[in-house]
C-alpha cells in the first residue's frame, strides 16, 4: 500500500465547475499535511497548509479526517489557470522533518 | 529575493561520467533535501541534512553522494554508479517553524 494514494486523473472540467480531489495517507503519526501544486516541467509549490479544522484560501478550501486518514481539497469556480497537477503530502511522523508525496492528481480546466 | 536556486536547468552527460548539480538557499533554513522526480511518478527522496555537516541517505541514495559544507549549500553529485540517471532532481528546503519545504526550479539530467 503506498503512503499517501491519490487519483491520478486525469479531471477534466469546464471553466467554472466545482471539483474536489481526495487524498489518503497510511502512517497515524503524520502530524502535517499540505496541498502542492505542480505545473507541467516545474517545481511543486505550496498551495496550502491543512489543519484539522479545515481551511480556507479564496476559492480553495482543504478539509482533514485524522480518524480517517483522509484529506481533501476542493476548488470552486475553475478558472483555466488552475490546470495543474496537484500534490498531497504528509510528513513522515518522524521528527526528521521529511515528506511524503502522492504522485498527484492532473485537473485541466477547459473554455 | 529569498528562494532556492538550482543550477543548471539542463544537464547532458556521457554515461560514466559523474556530475554534481548546484543548490544554494538563502532562506536561512537548516535543513535541505534532494528529490528525483521520473515522468509519471511522485517525488522520491535521495538525501537530506538537518544541519550543516550532516546528513542522512534517503529512500533511494545508491548511487548518489551530497557533502553539507555550509548551511546555504547542499551539492548532489550523481555518479557512474547510478543506473538509470535520467530524471528530474529537486532540491528543497524545510521552514523548520511550519514544517513547509520550498523547492527550487530543479535541474532536469540527461544521460545520452
Known amino acids: 500500500r503506498k503512503e499517501v494514494e491519490q487519483d491520478p486523473g486525469p479531471f477534466n472540467v469546464p471553466e467554472g465547475a466545482t471539483v474536489a480531489f481526495n487524498c489518503t495517507y497510511s502512517n497515524s503519526a503524520s502530524q502535517s499535511f499540505f496541498w502542492y501544486r505542480q505545473d507541467c516541467r516545474k517545481e511543486p509549490k505550496l498551495l496550502m497548509s491543512?489543519?484539522?479544522s479545515g481551511n480556507e484560501d479564496g476559492r480553495f478550501t482543504a478539509q482533514l479526517n485524522r480518524a480517517s486518514q483522509y484529506i481533501s481539497l476542493l476548488i470552486r469556480d475553475s478558472k483555466l489557470s488552475d490546470s495543474a497537477t496537484y500534490l498531497c503530502?504528509?510528513?513522515?511522523?518522524?521528527?526528521?522533518?521529511?515528506?511524503?508525496f502522492g504522485t498527484g492528481t492532473r485537473l485541466l480546466v477547459s473554455p | 529575493d529569498g528562494g532556492i536556486t538550482q543550477s543548471p536547468k539542463y544537464l547532458f552527460r556521457k554515461e560514466g561520467q559523474n556530475v554534481t548539480l548546484s543548490c544554494e538557499q538563502n532562506l536561512n533554513h537548516d535543513a535541505m533535501y534532494w528529490y528525483r522526480q521520473d515522468p509519471g511518478q511522485g517525488l522520491r527522496l535521495i538525501y537530506y541534512?538537518?544541519?550543516?555537516?550532516?546528513?542522512q541517505k534517503g529512500d533511494i541514495a545508491e548511487g548518489y553522494s551530497v557533502s553539507r559544507e555550509k548551511k546555504e549549500s547542499f551539492p548532489l553529485t550523481v555518479t557512474s554508479a547510478q543506473k538509470n540517471p535520467t530524471a528530474f532532481y529537486l532540491c528543497a528546503s524545510t521552514d523548520t517553524f511550519t514544517d513547509t519545504q520550498y523547492f527550487g526550479p530543479g535541474t532536469r539530467l540527461t544521460v545520452l
Open positions: 491543512v489543519y484539522s
Open positions: 503530502v504528509v510528513n513522515d511522523g518522524t521528527g526528521f522533518q521529511k515528506l511524503v
Open positions: 541534512s538537518q544541519i550543516v555537516n550532516d546528513f
